[in-house]
């Protein structure tokens, strides 16, 4: 496994991030403490969850699980570096939302901070991140929540998900005002086929020292090689996948993908994930495994080189928008 710190600061992470979005809802306990024992083994030190997974009547579980298998021993907390999320409700799906049980309000944060560290059955939590912007609640607010937490030694450092750029700016501009650390990093929606946080998160987190988090870099499988699995009958495509893949044009840039990759002798999934390994600012891409041998194939990304040739095919095939301003600008 290959490292890398995590933007400004001096924390040592992993160049591939275990995403446990999955544990509760597709794979059970069990499952899940072998695929966290693996991602150890395999020298995966950087794990991403949140409060709000389990979803539906199970919100919590999945730091349940997390927490489970910390309380086993082995190194397993000493060893892993934590980054959970703040700012959704709580409530079981469908539920009337208790005033202040959710967002970034001084006293949810301290809440929330207080039952993930139950669930995780940790003291501290390495990076502690909000979910969303929260439009109603000043960063001035949200800082001085933050120290506290820092000072008490309950959270070590922040990072933000799902930010525009905008935001990040304004977060880490306030919290130097104030004498805080700020944001350390930015967890957001980037892959070959979704490039737009190429014009103005990404920019922003590399000006004020974050390390880039994407998630979903396989596209819901889109980059999976899913045309493939089709035709072999080993899958259908689902969800997010098969709602793209309706579009005609978007299917033929699959296939185009797909072929391109099988041409040099590389599985599209990886590709992916490598592809993301090269891009300025990333700190590591976040893998959400299923099974073993869905993260057996996640950790051969890292070692893969990708070739000159192939790259400027990938960008032919998925053009990034450009630098900003000359992207929406002249």
């Excluded at 150890?40 to 999945?62: C, M, P, Q, S």
């Excluded at 880490?172 to 930015?186: D, F, K, T, W």
């Excluded at 009958?233 to 993908?257: H, K, N």
């Amino acid at each position: 496994m290959k490292y890398t710190q995590l933007g400004r600061t001096g924390l040592k992470v992993s160049r591939l991030v275990l995403g446990t979005m999955n544990f509760g809802p597709q794979t059970g306990e069990a499952d899940s403490h072998a695929i966290m024992d693996a991602a150890l083994d395999a020298g995966i030190n950087f794990f991403d969850t949140a409060n709000v997974y389990g979803w539906g009547e199970n919100k919590g579980r999945t730091e349940t699980i997390i927490g489970n298998w910390f309380a086993q021993g082995g190194g397993r907390r000493d060893r892993t570096v934590i980054a959970t999320k703040v700012y959704g409700n709580m409530d079981p799906d469908g539920a009337t939302v208790w005033p202040n049980h959710d967002k970034l309000s001084a006293l949810n944060i301290r809440r929330a901070v207080d039952a993930s560290l139950k669930r995780l059955q940790t003291d501290y939590i390495d990076v502690y991140q909000f979910h969303h912007i929260d439009r109603s609640t000043p960063f001035e607010e949200i800082w001085q929540a933050i120290d506290v937490l820092v000072q008490q030694g309950k959270i070590l450092y922040v990072g933000s998900s799902n930010f525009p750029g905008y935001k990040i700016a304004q977060a880490n501009e306030i919290a130097a005002r104030r004498g805080s650390y700020g944001l350390v990093s930015e967890q957001c929606l980037y892959n070959l086929f979704e490039r737009r946080a190429e014009m103005e998160v990404i920019p922003a987190a590399q000006d004020y020292g974050l390390g880039v988090i994407p998630w979903s870099p396989l596209h819901g499988g889109l980059l999976g090689g899913v045309l493939k699995k089709e035709v072999e009958g080993a899958r259908r495509s689902s969800g997010r996948a098969a709602e793209t893949l309706a579009d005609p044009a978007v299917r033929a840039r699959i296939q185009a993908y797909e072929d391109l990759v099988d041409k040099h002798g590389h599985t599209p999934g990886e590709v992916a994930l490598a592809w993301l390994l090269t891009r300025p600012g990333v700190t590591g891409p976040i893998v959400g495994p299923r099974t073993a041998g869905q993260l057996e194939s996640a950790l051969r990304a890292v070692e893969l080189e990708l070739s000159e040739e192939l790259l400027a095919g990938l960008d032919e095939i998925f053009p990034g928008p450009g630098p900003s301003p000359e992207a929406f600008a002249w």
